[in-house]
């Protein structure tokens, strides 16, 4: 998407970094390069409110929701495994479990590090 008109930072990097944004997951320098982006595009600041009154409805209505132990399990090995610097090729494999020979990923997971992160919107946006 583009407005049309010359930004420093494009509007379609914006909304590819958008969800990131909205989580909290970039850098200062990035967020603030959004945040000028958002003050001199509208229809960037429109989608931008678009996707965050998404999010707040998303968190209202699933809020209570959890996930089974075992897709928690999946899912957190696999975010591990990751940062850990395995590929997704690496990362199935060691998933497969029994049947490749290795424990189940879910059996690799203690259960402290089964919380989940909260997400916040950006603040000053």
Known sequence: MSCGNHHETDC???????YEYLDNEIGAADCEKLRQHFDECAPCL???GLEQAIKAL???SCGC???PSELRGKVLARIERIR???GDAEAGAAEAGPAAGRPSAAAEVPPAASSARPS???QGA
């Open 46 to 48: 429109r989608q931008y």
């Open 120 to 122: 916040r919107a950006p």
């Open 12 to 18: 379609g990097e914006v909304l590819d970094h958008l």
């Open 65 to 67: 929701d959890t996930a």
């Open 84 to 86: 850990a610097g395995l």
């Open 58 to 60: 998303v968190k209202r």
